[in-house]
């Protein structure tokens, strides 16, 4: 029998996997780092199972290529987000431009 984990390490670590699925790796020291600086967790304790079950997702993930997914979701996203936030801007200069052409 194995280890029970806690639902707030299994929580916690995916949504960091879900968040940032290109800075975790295999290896948990860098993990580990990567963690503490993400997150404020009150114990190391708490945190190294933190970054355990992250190393062990990141495994997991790669072996049936759900990492690969993630990564390309976040890319998407932040392209629909940077995309969304040009055309935010792009009717304001628009609207100054057609005000100049009426005077």
């Known amino acids: 029998m194995g ?3 806690i639902g707030l390490v299994k929580r916690t670590a995916r949504k ?3 968040m940032y699925p290109d800075i975790f790796t295999e290896d948990f020291e860098h993990n580990k780092r990567i963690v503490s600086q993400l ?3 009150p114990s190391k304790k708490l945190r190294n199972q ?3 079950y992250v190393t062990r997702l990141i495994r997991l993930y ?3 290529g759900e990492l690969q997914y993630l990564i390309e979701q976040q890319h998407a996203e932040e392209f ?3 995309l969304f936030q040009q055309q935010q801007e792009q009717p304001s200069g628009q609207a100054e431009q057609q005000s100049q052409q009426t005077q």
Do not use: F, W, Y
């Open 3 to 5: 280890k029970v984990r």
């Open 16 to 18: 960091l996997v879900e």
């Open 39 to 41: 997150i404020e967790t």
């Open 50 to 52: 933190i970054a355990g």
């Open 62 to 64: 790669k072996r049936t």
């Open 80 to 82: 629909r987000a940077a």
